[in-house]
Nanobody, 121 residues
Framework: QVQLVESGGGLVQAGGSLRLSCAASGRTFRSYAMGWFRRAPGKEREFVAAISWSGGSTYHADSVKGRFTISRDNAKNMVYLQMTSLKPEDTAVYYC??????????????WGQGTQVTVSS
């Protein structure tokens, strides 16, 4: 069992930056792939980024490629999403997720409660 708690969301102007953090509990965290997803108002939840258990492989949605970077620190049981050049269309609730696999495959198995990111124009 893994519990996930996100933090770092907030209100930022377009062009600004934020770093989201996800604190994970459980000894198995280090063997799990992790990911970030988001749900904008009136839209389906969508994939943002994912990272393998070791951090050696990362994946980013085309909409955030070059602007967002996922990373992890297994010693601290933390996953991060560095967001730069933010746009109003990045406004959403951002969720941290864990996959019971070394690589992010299929549906995530655990979810955090989400953190709101609002980008003003």
């Amino acid at each position: 069992q893994v519990q996930l708690v996100e933090s770092g969301g907030g209100l930022v102007q377009a062009g600004g930056s934020l770093r989201l953090s996800c604190a994970a509990s459980g000894r198995t965290f280090r063997s799990y792939a992790m990911g970030w997803f988001r749900r904008a108002p009136g839209k389906e939840r969508e994939f943002v980024a994912a990272i393998s258990w070791s951090g050696g492989s990362t994946y980013h949605a085309d909409s955030v490629k070059g602007r967002f970077t996922i990373s992890r620190d297994n010693a601290k049981n933390m996953v991060y999403l560095q967001m730069t050049s933010l746009k109003p269309e990045d406004t959403a609730v951002y969720y941290c997720a864990a996959f019971e696999s070394a690589q992010p495959m299929g549906a995530a198995d655990y979810w955090g409660q989400g953190t709101q990111v609002t980008v003003s124009s």
